[in-house]
């Protein structure tokens, strides 16, 4: 039996509790066999350097939590893709031309129930001294009243391209709507229509075949957004969730990525799934977060071990578009062929049989680890240094609770440092 070694790189900005916990967990991980061949696998934090552009890069796979905003490492992981075909999570090529709105295009061809939306151009022009010939010539006036009054109040103004809910305005009369346009600026924006009168708002984390669907309150602060309720979806509607997620990730090759949708009775409404640097805090997921660390392990170490490729340039969009097209097929008749050729991008079946044979011991692993007093510790580290000290002592007995709810409900007692 021979011996391999991978090794995952960490494209990191402020997070400390995730690295932490995964780079703990991967190194309890020990060798991994598969395919005749004992498996080594280790990670490390990346640093950001100048490049050659003939340079070899060490790591296999690549975590990007960076790149979306800092342009450095984000031209650095196309050079890697499309030269040394390092895997990535996720890549920049779609993040950076496949934005929100594109995202919006795309998923409305494919039958999916996206809210009406609307593009206008930005209320101030870009700086450019060819636009104002450009549009005194070609640019059309508009009625942005009408546009707003066509879609229907109430509706939301939000960026084309945006995230973490920056430029974001319920907008409830016309007044309203003039005053959020005048203060958008440079910025694109579209006019989306509320879903008024939802029952539910989940957000579904997806990391690479697995997805966990979350009873999301975005109303209230960010340590109690994912509610601990684990049927507040009708089970059909739940799987019907998973499969719009798991389609835009496979559309797109995104990996790592969140899924905000609105469910009004029998429908679900999808309204944000172009999200780069997906949260999967401590502090925020709290009874959520070791599945999300175990789920980003396994996932990683099948990437590595059996030689996933990734395609980061191959998007075959075609296969999908084929199916939206057709009209002998009626929405939920589509959403099963989705279901079908995203699972088989994702390998679902493989992932799950190398899980349960190559990766078996890692749900006790982790187990273990979340219920240890080294786990508290981190819980701890993370709590002082993300709330003032005046709240220490109320947010750690918080977050001890939830997640000691998760190591209880898999019959263990849960330890402190």
Aim: hydrophobic share 40%; glycine share 6%.
């Amino acid at each position: 039996m021979s011996d391999a070694s991978h090794l995952i790189g960490l494209l990191l900005g402020t997070e400390e509790d995730w690295p932490r916990a995964f780079e703990t967990l991967l190194g309890r991980v020990g060798p991994v066999k598969y395919g005749g061949s004992t498996h080594h696998v280790s990670s490390e934090r990346i640093t950001i350097e100048p490049f050659d552009l003939r340079d070899k890069p060490r790591y296999d796979l690549v975590v990007d939590r960076l790149a979306w905003w800092y342009f450095v490492p984000r031209e650095w992981l196309k050079k890697v893709a499309l030269m040394d075909d390092v895997y990535l999570l996720n890549s920049p090529f779609t993040f950076q031309a496949m934005e929100k709105h594109a995202a919006y295009a795309a998923m409305i061809r494919l039958g999916i129930k996206v809210p009406q939306t609307v593009l206008v151009p930005h209320k101030n022009p870009p700086e450019n001294t060819r636009f104002e010939y450009t549009a005194a010539k070609y640019n059309r006036p508009f009625d942005l009243g009408a546009i707003a009054a066509n879609i229907g109040y109430p509706l939301f103004m939000k960026p084309y391209d945006g995230g973490q809910w920056v430029g974001v305005t319920r907008i409830k009369d016309h007044d309203q709507l003039m005053q959020a346009y005048n203060e958008s600026g440079e910025r694109l924006m579209h006019l989306q229509e509320s879903i008024e009168g939802f029952d539910k708002f989940a957000r579904s984390l997806s990391i690479g075949a697995e997805t966990m669907v979350m009873d999301f309150q975005p109303d209230q602060p960010m340590h109690n957004r994912y509610a601990i309720s684990h049927d507040f979806l009708a089970p059909e509607t739940g799987e019907e969730i998973i499969t719009i997620s798991r389609l835009i990730n496979a559309f797109f090759r995104w990996e790592f990525n969140s899924c905000e949708t609105l469910v009004r009775g029998a429908e679900a409404h999808p309204i944000d799934y172009a999200n780069a640097s997906p949260d999967v805090a401590l502090t925020s997921l709290h009874y959520y977060f070791p599945w999300a660390i175990s789920a980003l392990l396994k996932w990683t170490i099948f990437c590595t071990v059996t030689g996933r490729d990734s395609r980061v340039v191959d998007m075959d969009t075609r296969r999908y578009f084929e199916v939206g097209d057709r009209e002998d097929l009626d929405y939920r008749a589509k959403l099963a062929e989705y279901r079908r050729l995203a699972d088989e991008y994702f390998q679902v079946e493989e992932y799950k049989a190398f899980c349960a044979t190559s990766l078996k011991h890692v749900d006790e692993l982790l187990l273990e680890w979340v219920s240890s007093a080294d786990f508290d510790a981190l819980l701890a580290g993370t709590v002082r240094d993300t709330y003032p000290a005046h709240e220490h002592e109320e947010f750690l007995e918080l977050f001890r609770g939830r997640v000691g709810l998760w190591v209880r409900e898999r019959g263990r007692s849960p330890q402190t440092a």
